[in-house]
Nanobody, 117 residues
Framework: QVQLVESGGGLVQAGGSLRLSCAASGITFSIYHMGWYRQTPGEQRELVAVMHTGGYTNYADSVKGRFTISRDNVKNTMYLQMLSLKPEDTAVYLC???????????WGQGTQVTVSS
């Protein structure tokens, strides 16, 4: 059974930092592209950052220079280091695993990040 479990969310003041983790099980982690998405009520889910199997990364313009995605293929875990947080970063952050060349993908349940002004 595939599981993606996010952790590390919480309440932080503007300018603060958080580190999210996504622990994966039930998949061969190293062959999956991994990504972070976020969603707020009434809005579409948006890509925050993605890291491909070969190390390629891509970020939403709104987080470039502030967020860093990384992965540990030994621990089967993906991370998102978030610095200089802004109130507009408030959202549920979801972990995504997508197998390249297929339509197969998995989602975690999400972790809430709230940034107060």
């Amino acid at each position: 059974q595939v599981q993606l479990v996010e952790s590390g969310g919480g309440l932080v003041q503007a300018g603060g930092s958080l580190r999210l983790s996504c622990a994966a099980s039930g998949i061969t982690f190293s062959i999956y592209h991994m990504g972070w998405y976020r969603q707020t009520p009434g809005e579409q889910r948006e890509l925050v950052a993605v890291m491909h199997t070969g190390g390629y990364t891509n970020y939403a313009d709104s987080v470039k220079g502030r967020f860093t995605i990384s992965r540990d293929n030994v621990k089967n875990t993906m991370y998102l280091q978030m610095l200089s947080l802004k109130p507009e970063d408030t959202a549920v952050y979801l972990c995504n695993a997508r197998r390249p060349g297929t339509e197969g993908q998995y989602w975690g349940q999400g972790t809430q990040v709230t940034v107060s002004s």
